[in-house]
């Protein structure tokens, strides 16, 4: 509903019925009940809920809930999909050194960054710390490649800036494709997280590719991790 000034107002509206003896509806009381703060504390807790509140960009939960929309579109032959898992490799330098404040600085602005990066109808998440994930629908692998260059390159040339500190930043990126074959949410992830986690250990500033079927990836992944527990 809208008043004399323009404001709107959203209401819930109950109606009963006037009804005579005979049966005649003859009239009707209307009740209405303005619910317009309720509304607004819905839709605040609804993107609270989905969004990671620093960086504005989803969260982890919402973004697993589309890359599942995204196996089964595949599974339907609906279109295969991309995800690209991206972790920055000199966050925590920056955190150590500036402070916590500047880290979360640094996140805002590499969100903003992403976001120019990726087409709009892409999901960029931020997974927590300093890892991203990308889920681009309905593409071609040459084009999800294009994209994952861009990300490395754009995050190479980007120069943070803190009390009259400059840090440049990089970032390893992991790479998998949403097939009909794929087995799952969790495969889907720990392979795309596997593959950026050799990306890293493979000199960083670097894109490693998971390809269906490469279980030596996360195996290997399993075993580096073991190695470094071990030492």
């Given at each position: 509903m809208l008043d004399k000034d323009g404001t709107r107002y959203t209401v819930q509206v109950m109606a009963t019925p006037l009804v005579r003896k005979e049966g005649q509806i003859y009239g009707a009381v209307l009740v209405l009940n303005d619910v317009t703060n309720i509304r607004v504390l819905s839709r605040r807790l609804k993107y609270q809920a989905s969004h990671d509140i620093l960086t504005k960009l989803i969260n982890r939960s919402e973004f697993e809930k589309r890359v599942r929309n995204a196996i089964t579109h595949a599974q339907n032959d609906d279109g295969n999909s991309a995800v690209l898992y991206i972790d920055l490799d000199r966050f925590k330098l920056i955190n150590d050194i500036c402070g916590h404040a500047a880290g979360d600085e640094l996140l805002k602005q590499v969100a903003k960054l992403l976001?120019?990066?990726?087409?709009?109808?892409?999901?960029?998440?931020?997974?927590?710390?300093?890892?991203?994930?990308?889920?681009?629908?309905?593409?071609?692998?040459?084009?999800?490649?294009?994209?994952?260059?861009?990300?490395?390159?754009?995050?190479?040339?980007?120069?943070?800036?803190?009390?009259?500190?400059?840090?440049?930043?990089?970032?390893?990126?992991?790479?998998?494709?949403i097939l009909p074959s794929c087995e799952g949410l969790t495969y889907t992830l720990n392979a795309v997280d596997s593959a950026c986690y050799l990306a890293k250990e493979s000199g960083r500033n670097c894109i490693r590719m998971y390809c269906e079927g490469d279980d030596t990836i996360i195996e290997r992944k399993g075993q580096e991790r073991w190695i470094q527990h071990f030492d």
């Open positions: 976001r120019v990066l990726v087409d709009k109808k892409s999901s960029v998440a931020r997974m927590g710390g300093d890892e991203f994930a990308v889920l681009i629908e309905n593409t071609r692998l040459v084009d999800v490649e294009k994209t994952a260059n861009k990300i490395l390159t754009e995050l190479a040339a980007y120069r943070f800036s803190w009390d009259e500190k400059t840090f440049s930043i990089e970032c390893s990126i992991g790479m998998t494709e």
